[in-house]
């Protein structure tokens, strides 16, 4: 309320007070003077619209006001009014406060019209508000639900190295660019243009026992600027990708492959740019009821539309993870799982634990691990084996810690040595000679699918055991567990059989995507016989896939077996790339019989394309200037840049 609007009607309330005195001394019935001061009160309490006690407060201070003004021959005149007025306004406050439970009904019951589509649990204000402290100490969270302020890794850096060092503008102004929409996962930077004509969408399909079903959806200019990249794609031409994207820049999967190009050539600010541009993108076509935080959306894979979520948020929390924000990169592999969890399309729980035990979130993790292990057998993954025995050892439960270390070592002994060796680690003579542990090149005790997944969990968290701390325990468990194996425990004989029947044949396709995507060397993502096309931005798609496109003829590891998948995949960016010719020939024991100066020849054809490539698109992204509005919609957005300035 401006200050004009509260003189006038201070003045009205002293013209007010001045009749009421009349009115005592004379005592003349009430008058059209008092039926107008009456409607002037009824106003007042109408543009207050505050509770009994606040009106009160605020009554008071204005007769203290009028008071100062009057003589003391009005001070005793003033006091009995004041009473009256107190009596008429808890009246008048009561019949307002019963047509305001009216309003309030108004709004819970469109509450629970949002609440039941949402799928939230609905309590009114008089239920909720004497128990609040309660509800919180009872009340326990889904262990994938997502706290948006976790999503961003400008806020991690800060606690990490503080608000001063880490300078973060995230109140840019965009004039001329009409509406920016808030998003959470990546910040909307000065250079990008407006998202808002992508041709991406979401829509809402079902709601299933309080889960709700989202997918994308592609506009057809989309479309046809799609059926553009699968040729450019089939060309294996990236300039043509590059062409794509400059009169396209939020065409997703060209940023994906494109991401992978720059990764290639070690340019990881360029890569972490293109995946960050096609985040922004496909949140900002988040449908509005589509809400990570709840834990209960869920984006179908099968659906070809659907993928690149799953793709660009794995790609994301890897670059963020190389940044040392843990905490960030577990909030969105909590996302990625919460989309499908029952089918993990992209084998997320094999880092899942990585990150929350780099996080320091022990709790979280064995949570986790109370609720999902009887869906998912989650402790019988290498991984979770030995993580959980780390965050109950972290947090001091040590005989916990013991058992649980012990049975990880019973149940995958082949991760012992490897873990030692990466971590430079001299193993004592008793367990470097104990057949035990001597399992990795025996498949009859090992399956081939468990020696990849126990090299991913190796390379990928053997920095967590170089701790000063845990090598000491782990070589005291170690012992015990081979005491407990010279005694023949009974339950060598069943893990050994449990071992060999999990992990029997091909990886799944959800794995295999995991180890392509994660890019950990010295680890192949697949066999020939789970063999499978290479793209970047639709690595191994499922057998029963929905899709809208035809896919390119791409290269497999049936026609080149005897290569790396990873090498594989980066030769097919280079032009000259055929994949309908065969390997280069090998002697009998897998190295190269070419002369002697074709590895140098293809090695400097891949590093100059893939550095023109590079150049290129730094060139594009430094180019890349927000859309300036014609006239017209500068002229609408004029009032929305003054509500800015007056902010």
């Given amino acids: 309320m401006s200050s004009r609007v509260l003189r006038k009607l201070q003045g009205d309330k002293e013209k007010e007070l001045a009749e009421e005195i009349s009115d005592t001394e004379t005592d003349t019935p009430v008058s059209g003077g008092a039926r107008r001061k009456q409607l002037n009160i009824n106003r007042y309490d109408l543009l207050n619209q505050q509770s009994h006690s606040e009106s009160e407060v605020k009554e008071d201070d ?19 009014k004041k009473k009256k007025k107190k009596k008429s306004g808890k009246h008048t406050n009561t019949q307002r406060s019963s047509e305001d439970n009216a309003d309030v009904d108004e709004v819970e019951k469109s509450l629970r019209e949002v609440n039941k589509i949402l799928g939230e649990n609905y309590a009114s204000k008089a239920s909720t508000v004497p128990n609040v402290k309660h509800e919180k100490v009872n009340f326990k969270k889904n262990t994938l639900s997502v706290q948006h302020k976790h999503l961003n890794p400008n806020n991690e850096l800060k606690r990490i190295f503080g608000s001063k060092i880490v300078q973060c503008d995230h109140k840019r102004k965009n004039r001329g660019r009409g509406h920016v929409k808030q998003t959470t996962m990546v910040n909307c930077k000065e250079n990008y243009p407006n998202a808002g004509k992508s041709g991406l969408s979401m829509s809402y399909l079902e709601n299933k026992n309080n889960i709700h079903y989202f997918t994308y959806e592609h506009s057809q200019s989309y479309r046809q600027v799609q059926n553009k990249f699968l040729d450019a794609v089939e060309s294996l031409n990236p300039d043509n990708i590059v062409a794509i994207l400059n009169e396209h820049q939020y065409h997703v999967d060209a940023l994906i492959q494109l991401s992978d190009v720059c990764e290639l050539s070690e340019h990881l600010a360029t890569a972490a740019e293109l995946i960050e541009r096609a985040l922004y993108c496909l949140e900002y076509a988040y449908h509005p009821l589509f809400n990570v935080a709840q834990g209960n959306c869920r984006l179908d894979y099968r659906r070809q539309e659907n993928r690149a979520l799953y793709i660009v948020i794995f790609k994301h929390l890897m670059f963020i993870g190389g940044k040392a924000c843990y905490r960030t990169s577990l909030e969105f592999c909590k996302l990625l799982l919460s989309l499908d969890p029952d089918g993990d399309p992209l084998g997320i729980v094999l880092s899942i634990d990585f990150y929350a035990i780099r996080a320091r979130e022990y709790q979280w993790l064995i949570d986790f691990v109370e609720e999902w292990d009887g869906a998912k057998n989650l402790m019988w993954l290498p991984n979770f084996a030995y993580s959980l025995a780390v965050a109950h050892f972290y947090l001091g439960d040590s005989a916990k810690a013991d058992l649980i270390l012990q049975e990880a070592l019973l149940k995958f002994p082949g991760v012992l040595l490897p873990l030692l060796d990466k971590c430079s680690v001299q193993t004592d003579n008793r367990v470097a000679s104990h057949q035990f542990f001597v399992t990795a090149d025996d498949a009859k005790r090992q399956p081939t699918a ?50 060999l029947k999990s ?51 791409r290269p497999t590891l049936a026609q080149h077996a005897g290569g790396n998948t990873l090498s594989i995949f980066f030769r097919s960016i280079l032009p000259n790339f055929n994949p309908n010719l065969p390997d280069p020939v090998r002697d009998d024991d897998g190295a190269r019989a070419l002369p002697a100066g074709e590895n140098n020849m293809e090695l400097g054809d891949l590093r100059s394309s893939v550095a023109s490539l590079v150049d290129a698109m730094r060139d594009l992204l430094s180019n890349i200037r927000p859309e300036v509005p014609n006239d017209a919609d500068a002229e609408e957005n004029d009032d929305s840049a003054d509500d800015d300035d007056l902010t």
Avoid at 512 to 539: C, Q, W, Y
Wanted: glycine share 4%; aromatic share 6%.
């Fill in 62 to 80: 204005n007769e203290t006001e009028a008071a100062k003004s009057c003589e003391g021959e009005h001070h005793e005149i003033k006091r009995k």
């Fill in 450 to 499: 468990l020696t990849q997944i126990i090299l991913l969990y190796v390379n990928r968290s053997y920095h967590i055991w170089k701790d000063s701390d845990l090598l000491p325990w782990l070589e005291k468990n170690v012992h015990e567990a081979l005491d407990r194996v010279e005694k023949n425990d009974a339950v060598l004989k069943e893990y050994e059989a449990k071992r």
């Fill in 503 to 553: 992990f029997h044949g091909n990886l799944p396709l959800s794995i295999s995507r995991h180890i392509l995507l994660a890019n950990i060397k010295g680890i192949s993502p697949m066999t020939d016989e789970n063999s499978g096309t290479v793209t970047s931005f639709d690595p191994l798609p499922p057998s029963d896939s929905i899709s809208l496109y035809t896919r390119p003829k």
